[in-house]
């Protein structure tokens, strides 16, 4: 019942804002034109398109500002007007009252913010969809930020997504198309973020672990600057974490003015994706430009810095070499090895001709190579690869979703940065250099080492169990005439069966032949 009162609050929000006329507008169909005249009734909305949407996005929640938040990098499909304004989702959600951060900080962490901190700033410094931000002084001089979990989110969520549920019930049963997609699946991976967004002890773990990952032991600790934890003043509604200066990613004319170098900074930026999903196979998932900023200190200038560790992604072994492999084939234009992968891991039907695979593949891909990544969209790229792939049954895999994700907003980023950035020929080196070293003699000799703890263990032990195991009766000839003795009884009892069946055939015969007389 709850489903259907959250979805009419969207239709009243959606018609508050004249969500209707926007929709509406962007049809170019005789019937959109017919509706939109009648539901205008000769006015027009007064307040722009893009703030109307940024307010019904404000008003239905905080899965609906994340929605928001990842479609502000997309100005490649999306006018700059509204882009512009749905960029203001990132750090301009109204905040919630002082004084409940304060209450919630006492119950988490058993005394207020006056007693715990040297200084507390009362008015928060950042406000987003799940929590909200103060900076602080601790008493032995350290500057940090304090997080404080919205008050009342895990309800508020709970009811978003048991619509969403719904939606992903009718849609599977839609038809084949839509069963494929695997929205179910899909609505319990989003579910499970969000849960793990809610937990901001799990997120102080996200970040110490993506802080390990870019240590100055991992040689890669300018390239990514993570801030420190503060476990003693981190609970599940409370993170405090070192406070970190820097500039938004998006703020390009500061970051000129700084005198950090562009073009580089977005390559990086594309290295750290890749870093992250293909050596850690852990990565930073909510990539949209409120979440990364890039220091302007001297010592650290031009580093990308994260925030916000709510949503992270990890992929297997299988994955990332699934994934390594169909990038490398697709960077070397071999779209039969992409069809050859998509076949092997089961995302196709085994029965799928390779060859016409590969041709719609190639289709699709060819005509975007060799551009700068200004006349490059990515997102035409998936919509075009995923029309195609319903000629093929290919099935959408859940568990990749976040990486899709992610991998949007990392185009969207370089966008901003760098129109000329190429995406591909970034990556491609990259992604070779990581298969000569899972492939190679260097791969070969850490995979060693890895497993070198545990054969430790076990090589002591070999002589005795090889020993216990040629010294057992061999027990073959027992388990041979055991097995011929079960199958002369089988066979016993086919013969059996086929008499009775004989003997009821012949009764029948007789009883018919009698009746028929």
Request: aromatic share 8%; glycine share 6%; hydrophobic share 45%.
């Amino acid at each position: 019942m709850f489903p259907l009162l959250r979805l009419a609050r969207i239709v009243l929000v959606s018609l508050r804002y004249g969500l209707d006329e926007l929709v509406l507008s962007s049809l170019n169909h005789p019937l959109a034109t017919c509706l939109l005249r009648v539901i205008r009734l000769g006015t027009r909305p007064r307040k722009p398109r893009g703030l109307r949407l940024r307010l019904a996005l404000e008003s239905l929640g905080p899965i609906f500002v994340k929605f928001g938040q990842v479609l502000s990098t997309r100005r490649d499909l999306i006018p700059a007007d509204i882009a512009d304004e749905l960029a203001l989702l990132q750090d301009r959600v109204p905040p919630f009252p002082s004084a409940q951060a304060a209450a919630c900080i006492e119950a988490a962490l058993g005394a207020p913010p006056e007693k715990l901190f040297a200084q507390f700033e009362v008015d928060p410094v950042a406000s987003a969809s799940i929590a909200q931000v103060h900076f602080a002084v601790l008493h032995d001089g350290r500057e940090v930020a304090v997080k404080v979990l919205r008050p009342g989110m895990l309800s508020i969520i709970e009811k978003d997504l048991s619509l969403l549920k719904v939606v992903a019930r009718i849609i599977e049963r839609l038809g084949a198309d839509g069963r494929r997609l695997k929205p179910r699946e899909v609505v319990a991976e989003f579910d499970k973020y969000l849960h793990d967004e809610l937990d901001l002890v799990r997120e102080a773990s996200n970040c110490s672990q993506l802080r390990r990952n870019f240590g100055p032991e991992s040689g890669r600790g300018d390239m990514l600057i993570v801030p420190e934890v503060i476990w003693e003043y981190t609970a599940s509604t409370v993170f405090t974490m070192q406070r970190m200066y820097g500039v938004p990613v998006g703020r390009v004319d500061r970051m000129r003015e700084a005198g950090i170098d562009i073009p580089t900074l977005a390559r990086t930026g594309v290295e750290i994706f890749f870093t992250q999903v293909f050596t850690d196979g852990f990565f930073h998932a909510d990539m949209h430009p409120g979440n990364i900023y890039v220091s302007d200190r001297p010592e650290t200038l031009g580093s990308y810095i994260a925030l916000d560790f709510g949503i992270v992604g990890s992929l297997s072994e299988f994955d990332k070499n699934y994934l390594a492999q169909n990038f490398l084939a697709f960077f070397h234009r071999d779209y039969r090895r992409v069809a050859q992968l998509h076949i092997e891991s089961g995302w196709v039907p085994p029965d799928t001709r390779e060859e016409e695979l590969e041709g719609a593949v190639r289709a699709v891909c060819e005509p975007y190579f060799d551009r700068p990544l200004s006349e490059i969209s990515l997102g035409q790229v998936l919509l075009r690869l995923f029309q195609t792939s319903r000629r093929f049954n290919v099935e959408i895999q859940p568990q990749l979703v976040l990486l899709q994700k992610t991998l949007l907003n990392v185009e969207g980023l370089g966008r901003q940065l760098d129109p000329n950035l190429d995406l591909w020929k970034t990556a491609k080196p990259y992604l070779e250099r990581w298969m000569r070293q899972r492939v190679g003699i260097k791969g070969l000799r850490q995979s060693l080492e890895k497993e070198a703890a545990q054969w430790s263990q076990m090589l002591p032990a070999l002589p005795r169990l090889v020993h216990d195991h040629l010294s057992r009766p061999n027990v073959s000839p027992a388990l041979l005439a055991e097995m011929a003795q079960l199958r002369r009884a089988q066979e016993q009892n086919n013969r059996l069966v086929a008499a009775l069946v004989g003997v009821v055939a012949l009764a029948v015969g007789v009883a018919i032949w009698a009746l028929t007389r």
